[in-house]
C-alpha cells in the first residue's frame, strides 16, 4: 500500500517542535493550506522536499524515492537564504524576551521587598513559591 505523504509530513512538522503557523509562514503558505495538504495522500515531492528544508528534516529516510524526484540541496539553500533574510528579526525578539524576563524578575525582587517591608509573611512566602515552580 502507497505511503500517504500528507501524514508524513505532518507526522515530521509536529514531531520537529516548530508549530504548525510558523511552518506554513515560513513556506509561504497559511495555515489553513498547509492543513489541507496534510489530508493528500499523494502530495508533491517538490513540496515535501521544501517542508523539509523548512524544518531541516530528510524526508527520504520515510520516501526514499523522494531524492530521485527533486533536488533537495536547492531547497537546503533556499532554507538558508529565508534564515539568514530573516536574522535580525530574530535576534530583535530574542532581545524583546530577555529584556520582558528581566523586567518580570525585578518585579519578583520588588514584591518580596514589599512584603519584608509590610511584615506579610505568606505574601513572602507565596512569592518565594511562584518563584520556585516557574523558575
Excluded at 520516501?63 to 539568514?84: G, M, T, W
Excluded at 519584608?116 to 518563584?131: C, G, P, R, V, Y
Amino acid at each position: 500500500m502507497a505511503k500517504h505523504r500528507g501524514k508524513i509530513v505532518e507526522e515530521a512538522i509536529r514531531k520537529s517542535g516548530y508549530a504548525i503557523s510558523k511552518t506554513a509562514a515560513m513556506l509561504g503558505i497559511t495555515r489553513n493550506t498547509l492543513y489541507n495538504k496534510f489530508k493528500l495522500p499523494d502530495l508533491s515531492y517538490r513540496f515535501i522536499a521544501e517542508v523539509g528544508s523548512v524544518i531541516d528534516y530528510d524526508f527520504t529516510v520515510d520516501l526514499p524515492e523522494l531524492e530521485r524526484e527533486v533536488d533537495i540541496d536547492a531547497f537546503r539553500e533556499k532554507a538558508l537564504c529565508y534564515f539568514e533574510r530573516n536574522a535580525s528579526d530574530f535576534l530583535f525578539l530574542e532581545k524583546k524576551y530577555t529584556k520582558l524576563l528581566e523586567r518580570y524578575n525585578d518585579l519578583l525582587v520588588l514584591l518580596v521587598k514589599v512584603a519584608n517591608d509590610h511584615k506579610t509573611h505568606s505574601l513572602k512566602e507565596q512569592i518565594a513559591e511562584f518563584m520556585e515552580n516557574v523558575l
